[in-house]
DNA sequence: CGGAAGATGACACCTTGGTTGTCATGAGTG
DNA sequence: CACTCATGACAACCAAGGTGTCATCTTCCG
């Protein structure tokens, strides 16, 4: 598998060289809409981790989202600060407590989750579900192999 | 294709989710090995598109990259000013000039590409060439989508 | 041809995502 | 009990990337 090997390494070459733009653009789409919330790119992840995670300390969200824990440690203070998450008390940690969205943050990310979804739906149009497992399968798979590479 | 189309819409928002992460740790990985050749991220990238495009010029590399032109301007002096492009007169603009890879920017581009195309295939395994055409077409389309967000 | 509108480059400043380092405290463990 | 490790707070720092302004050069249209 030498050669197909090779016409593999290339296209995933290619892949990789989409994801930077794809980033940038991304993200000045989400804080273009974001101040509409209030919300900076950082604590919109941390509301985002906690809507699909359900509660989770902070080096939890850290490592989940290959940040470091003192940024995710601010972000966490700053959505504590205006209302959108809470700490409660961790039964495993009397330190390191669990992370709520309270009823504000859950609005807030849901509304910004909603509004991005739109856009995505639009976006979905002619592609298949079988497209989108194959990108999610090869996307992954790049991520895991760059795990080794840790932070904090 | 109502269902199916929330059911698409579901893996996209995963697969925007990735990005992220990705985005992190590759540049991350990237900043890690390139010290050796002491390119920053943004020179890379400049040299990574003289290297496929052949020679451009700067506002074409922002657009092409969805980068502002002031900073493509700033990688690209800066690359100048350390040997690795250079200035050719440009015969549709006199004052836009192409920008071109010296040998030494040839050479050190080319050394950061083959690490890091080593690195991928060993990534790559057992991928096949079908998912990773299915991933481009994914993000591709992803991509395309956001780009009425421009700039500058 | 002439002038207005647009593209380019230079320069300076700024925002902010994200990391690193240090320290104190609390938690798990031999 | 002592020792190590994880967590949180605080501060300093770095670099990616954007914005704003201005002068010069193109282009295009009347």
Redesign the interface.
């Known amino acids: 598998m030498s050669e197909?090997?090779?016409?593999?390494?290339d296209?995933?070459?290619?892949?990789?060289?989409?994801?930077?733009?794809?980033?940038?653009?991304?993200q000045?789409?989400v804080e273009?809409d974001a101040p509409i919330e209030g919300l900076s790119v950082g604590v919109r992840?941390v509301l985002?981790m906690l809507r699909e995670h359900g509660p989770m300390t902070v080096p939890q969200m850290g490592r989940d989202?290959?940040?470091s824990r003192q940024f995710v440690q601010r972000m966490t203070n700053d959505a504590a600060a205006r209302g959108l998450v809470e700490f409660v008390p961790n039964p495993a940690h009397r330190r390191s407590s669990l992370i709520r969205l309270t009823e504000a943050g859950q609005a807030a990310i849901t509304a910004v989750?909603d509004r991005?979804?739109a856009m995505?739906?639009?976006?979905?149009?002619d592609?298949?579900?079988?497209?989108?497992?194959?990108?999610?399968?090869?996307?992954?798979?790049?991520?895991s192999?760059?795990?080794d590479?840790d932070?904090d």
């Open positions: 197909s090997g090779d016409a593999v390494t296209r995933l070459t290619e892949v990789f060289d989409l994801v930077g733009p794809l980033y940038r653009r991304a000045r789409k273009l992840a985002n989202q290959a940040l989750f991005e979804r995505l739906r639009q976006i979905g149009g592609l298949t579900e079988a497209e989108i497992a194959a990108c999610l399968r090869v996307l992954s798979r790049l991520l192999h760059l795990d590479v932070v």
